[in-house]
């Protein structure tokens, strides 16, 4: 487990201890949603780069692997979550 991932666990432990609804946070959010959070992430990274705020640029850096950390897990349960199903016959 890497150091992304450890973070994420700390805050959905958070999430979950304090019963919170945050974006990013629910089990069955939408790949796309995960897409589109990471493309704007990525955006600020750039606007951070352009006019040299090396510490924004950090942040945004930190938050763009805790979602793709969570775009992860959510693939995960959701594969997981198929594979359980009974098969149709």
């Not at 432990?13 to 946070?25: R, S, V």
């Not at 995960?34 to 951070?48: T, V």
């Amino acid at each position: 487990m890497n150091s992304s991932e450890k973070a994420y666990d700390h805050e959905q432990f958070l999430a979950d201890f304090i019963e919170c609804a945050c974006p990013g946070m629910q089990e069955a959010a939408d790949m796309a949603e995960y897409d589109e959070a990471i493309a704007e992430i990525r955006s600020i990274i750039a606007y951070c780069i352009e006019i040299g705020d090396k510490k924004e640029a950090a942040i945004w850096r930190k938050k763009l692997q805790r979602t793709k950390v969570a775009k992860r897990r959510a693939k995960k349960k959701m594969d997981h979550k198929d594979r359980r199903e009974p098969a149709h016959t």
